[in-house]
C-alpha cells in the first residue's frame, strides 16, 4: 500500500553542502535566479492553482534562510522582521488554504514555516541567554558567548489508532469541528520509544491498554514543527475511560463506519479527519487493512 | 519478529497526573519511599548486577525531578547543581557501563538523563533570554517574563540500512573503535518524514538513491535526547561515493557477513556495533529477514 501524507513530497534539494560552505551561501544569494517565499507572517500566499508565490530576495524583511535549489535555482525564506511576534497557533486564513495547496508546495510551506517558527521562538540561548546569530545558512543559530551551537527543534508526536478485532478507537477535543473524531495522539517523550509511547498516552487519554504497535507512516506537521508518527496499537481491553483533560468523547469505530465518515457519507457516525492530516492516512490505511 | 532495542522496557509509571496537579506532587515529594536517583555528573552509578543506585531526597544537590511510580513509590532525579558545567559527550566510564546494564534500569537512566541535560542546557528562554524556572514537576520550564512554556526536547534521528538484493550498506566513522561499521544515520529535519530524512541522509553520505522505506523499530537515545528510528531502505544504485566529512569508508557487505559480525566471529569482515546501540537491533532484524 503507498501512502502519500499531506505535507510530503517537498521537491526541494535541501544541499547541505551550502550550510558548511559559506562561499556556496554567497553564490546561491547572488544568483539572479534566487527566489524568496513570500509568507504574510507564517502563512502562505498561493495563487489560485494552490501553489505558493516567490519574489525576489531584495524583498525580504528579515534574515534569509537558504531552503535549498528547485531545479538549480536557490530558493529562500526571510526570518520574521525583528519585533513583530510571533504568530502562535494557526490563522483562519490557514485553515482554509489547507485543502487547496498542491501537493509538493504543502510540504515545502512545512519546511519554510517550521524553520521560521524556530528562528522566531529561539532568538537567545537556552544555554546562556545571550542573543544568537544565524548560521549554518539559516539551518543553525550560534551564541556569540557560550559558544553553543543550536539546530532546529522537531518534535515527533504519536498518534495512534487503538484496534480491537474490527473496531477502532478514535475521541474527540471539544474545540474540534462539530462530529469530528480521529485518532488519539500526543508527544513522544524524553527515554521513550515509539511503541513505549504509543502505549503510554492511549492509556492516559482513554484507559485502553495496547500490547503490539505497527508502524504505518509519518508526516511533517508544520505547527509548529512536528514529526507525527502513525501507528496501530493492538488493545487489550475495551473498556473506556477518557481523561476529561484531553478529550470530551471516545468510542469504538467499525471499519464500514470509517469507510463511510472517509467518503464523507452524510450519515456517517462521525466526520473524519481532513485528508491533509496524517489521521486521514491513517484511518484510510487501517481500512484498507494496514 | 519481538525486537527489543537497548534503553527500552523502563518501568517507571510517568503518571502524568502529577504533572499538572501541585497537591500530587508535594504528596510524591513527602512521601518516605520517595528515592532520588543517583548520578555523578550525567553517569549513572551502577551496582554489582548493573542496576542504578537511590538514595533518599535530602541528598539532591539541584532541583527535584518527578520521574515516575516504581510500584507506587516515587523517583525523582536532580538537576545539576547551579553552576556546574553540563557534561557533553559521553565519559570513558560511561562507556564501560553501557554493556553492563541491566535492561530496564539502561531504560529508566535514558529517561532521566536526557531529562537532567535539558534542564542544564535550557536554564534560559529561547524567545526572551530570562532565566526560567523548573515547572511541570519538572517536565517544563516556565519563563516568568515572557510567559514561554517550554519543554523537554526529543530529537529524531534516522538510522537505516540501505538494501540491494543480498546486501546491505554499511559505513564507518573515523573516531569509531578499529573495524567497526554501523548503518548510516542522521538527524531528521524540519518538513521531512521519516521516509524522506532516510533518502537524504543516505544519498548525502553514501550518494546511494532509496526508493521504498520500511520501518524496523525505535529507542531512545540518551546522548543527549534522540529518538532513533531504524529502517530498511531499497537501494536504487549499488555505486558508493562518500561524503568524506562524515564517513571514512562505507561498503556493502552480505547476509552471511553481517551474521558472523554480530556472532563476534574474530573472522568477520567487520567489528558489529554494541548490543545496546538500534544499529545492532536493525542488523540482527535485517539478517532474520526484515
Known sequence: MTLTPGFTGGTLDRADRVRHDPELLA????????????LDGLDPV???DGHLTW????????????????AGEPRF????????PVPMGRSPALFAMLDRFAPADAANYA?????????GRNRFCGNCGTHTSVSHAGWGRSCPHCGAEHFPRVEPVVIMLAERGDMALLGRQPSWPPGRYSALAGFLEVGESIDEAVRRETCEESGVRIGAVRYVASQPWPFPASLM???IGEALNDDIRIDVHELEHADWFSREDVRRALARDPDAPFVAPPPYAIAHTLLTAWVEGA
Chains 1, 2 share one sequence.
Open 46 to 48: 498561493l495563487d489560485e
Open 27 to 38: 553564490t546561491a544569494l547572488a544568483d539572479p535566479h534566487a527566489r524568496l517565499l513570500v
Open 77 to 84: 525564506v526571510s526570518t520574521l522582521p525583528e519585533g513583530m
Open 55 to 70: 519574489t525576489s530576495l531584495a524583498e525580504a524583511q528579515g534574515e534569509l534562510l537558504f531552503l535549498g535549489f528547485e
Open 111 to 119: 519546511s519554510a514555516r517550521g524553520l521560521v517558527f524556530w528562528h
Open 229 to 231: 508518527v502513525a501507528c
